[in-house]
């Protein structure tokens, strides 16, 4: 079958995605890529890259992903297409607030230097007029096809949709023209978001995330044969009551034949050092059939089974891939909903994470390590020396390492990022088997079980202007959260034990590339051949 429109688009793209029972052809009509849009797209993207240029530069990081203008938050479509990493996330150019959501988009060689690409998609179209929302991008035949959320109201009510563009060169997208693929939730008062979709075997699978009819977080599961006709499947799993009234992002792989799910969260309340912020991101481990469509018969998402991912202030909505050479990477939202981005003044806000490689213990714990790519960055090294407590050091500069290593057997480790006016501390005790971090004010303090393997505490802290990452031992705990320090940093070393410290300063990263703009241009002029199916 051959479906076209000729109407409104400037020209025709046939992409053909050979499926398992037919040929399909699809033909994407090209209904707001026409020349004139097109380029209104780049002089766009030219002037939000002046304005940047231009734009107030204090608390932006330097190596971590940050909106060209505007608005960031959730990552999407982590994936690998034509010899790049590709990252996208959830973009509003125009200030430094949510809003119309579209998928900003960057890109990179090695998952260390990354450069800012256009705006991959714009919500036009009547069935996502109100945001772009966060899903999948995967690789198929040449073509990168990503999976999202339309979102639109009518009246008062909010309507959500799952749907499809497709990019053969991974710069300039196409909406399928018999978007949404799944036009509404399984029933009338739920809602979904979020796509995960995968392959396998013969089958295509999406998780969406989920609200029931009873405001309670869920798990659907939908399956396909082509990509674009998909049948529901039921929930796979659900909360009792605990866990929240949606669920976001779901996230599902497999790590040494072991199967992860991951899941963010609205709604767990808060207990005693669990679950400390607004919203949660954690895994559970289980079993997945393919056979019968769902879990092992005891798994079961509550509090007791959900493990957070990261324990410090800032961190939702991740998305994982599969790197060139098998390791499960992950970044995530540095930012999390209803905090101060003090930001936000200057035009801008928010970041994403450091990109992070997952690993499985036999205890089924998951470790967080940074990329280990990640020492590319290091250009010198300003400190190396052994430090007592009391003793302090100047940061140097705003963007830096710390390795830090205690002697055998420390009692208490603990290390003060220091400014005018405020601090960020971080603590070992090692009576109470914890480390706590504390970056000041009212809701400060997060804290992890933490028994350092080895006898020795070995950290690694990450600081980019206004973010700290801080990585312990071999990743069983990590603290995301960002912090706004004026002026030079100082760090300071406290509690009862001397430790080394190796201090790298980091260069930058993220830049525009200004290539782009040429690229376009020719893509723009290149005939596209429609194929016959
Ligand atoms: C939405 O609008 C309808 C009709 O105006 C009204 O009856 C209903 O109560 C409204 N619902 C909410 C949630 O405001
Ligand atoms: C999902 O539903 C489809 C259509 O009803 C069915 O063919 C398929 O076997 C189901 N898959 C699983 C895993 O239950
Ligand atoms: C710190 O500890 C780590 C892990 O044990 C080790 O690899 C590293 O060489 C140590 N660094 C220093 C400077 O002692």
Redesign the pocket.
């Known amino acids: 079958m051959l479906f076209y429109s000729c109407s409104l688009a400037a020209r025709l793209v046939v992409v053909q995605l050979p499926a398992q029972m037919e040929v399909r052809a699809i033909v994407v009509g090209l209904l707001w890529l026409g020349s004139a849009q097109f380029i209104e797209e780049i002089n766009n993207f030219e002037m939000v890259k002046q304005k940047s240029i231009m734009a107030k530069k204090k608390y932006r990081p330097t190596y971590h992903i940050s909106a060209p203008m505007g608005w960031l938050n959730n990552p999407a479509g982590f994936t690998f297409f034509q010899r790049q990493y590709h990252i996208f996330y959830q973009y509003h150019p125009y200030n430094g607030a949510w809003g119309h959501i579209q998928w900003g988009h960057a890109v990179s060689d090695d998952l260390v230097d990354w450069r800012h690409y256009p705006p991959a998609i714009i919500p036009r179209e009547s069935y996502e007029r109100q945001g772009c929302l966060t899903g999948t991008a995967l690789v198929q035949n040449n073509y990168m096809t990503i999976f999202y959320t339309g979102t639109y109201t009518i009246g008062n009510v909010t309507k959500r949709n799952q749907n499809v563009a497709i990019s053969s060169d991974g710069i300039i997208f196409q909406k399928y023209l018999y978007n949404p693929i799944i036009k509404d939730p399984p029933a009338i008062d739920m809602d979904f978001r979020n796509p995960k979709v995968w392959r396998n075997r013969n089958m295509w699978y999406m998780l969406c995330g989920m609200k029931t009819e009873l405001r309670l977080g869920a798990l659907g599961l939908y399956s396909s044969r082509d990509m674009f006709n998909w049948h529901y499947n039921g929930t796979v799993a659900q909360s009792y009551g605990d866990m929240g009234y949606i669920w976001e992002c779901p996230d599902f792989f497999e790590i040494d034949g072991t199967h992860l799910l991951i899941l963010s969260v609205r709604g767990i309340q808060s207990d005693g050092f669990r679950f400390r912020n607004l919203y949660q991101t954690g895994y559970m481990i289980g079993s997945f059939s393919y056979r019968t469509g769902r879990f092992n018969e005891d798994f079961e998402v509550s509090t007791a089974t959900f493990n957070e991912l990261d324990y410090g202030h800032d961190f939702y909505a991740t998305q994982t891939m599969l790197s060139r050479d098998g390791r499960r990477l992950m970044i995530a939202w540095l930012g999390m909903w209803e905090s101060t981005f003090m930001e936000s003044a200057n035009g801008w806000a928010s970041m994403l994470t450091l990109v992070r490689e997952l690993k499985l213990t036999d205890q089924g714990r998951l470790l967080m390590q940074p990329l280990k790519e990640i020492v590319e960055l290091r250009s010198e090294v300003v400190e190396e020396a052994w430090y007592l407590p009391g003793e302090s050091f100047s940061a140097g500069s705003k963007a830096f390492e710390l ?1 830090v ?1 205690s002697t055998n057997a420390p009692n208490e480790v603990s290390i003060a990022l220091e400014w005018t006016g405020g601090k960020y501390g971080i603590d070992f005790e090692s009576r109470k088997g914890s480390i706590t971090v504390n970056r000041g004010g009212e809701d400060g303090l997060r804290h992890a079980d933490w028994i350092p393997s ?1 006898n ?1 505490v ?1 950290m690694r802290i990450f600081v980019d202007c206004s973010s700290v990452e801080v990585f312990c031992g071999k990743g069983e705990v990590v603290f995301s959260s960002r912090i706004y320090p004026k002026g030079k940093i100082r760090v300071r070393v406290g509690g009862d034990t001397q430790v ?1 410290i ?1 201090q790298y300063q980091l260069r930058r990263s993220v830049r525009y590339d200004n290539r782009i703009r040429k690229h376009l241009l020719k893509s723009r002029n290149k005939p596209l051949q429609p194929q016959p199916a």
């Open positions: 390795l290593n080895g020795t070995n080394h190796l």
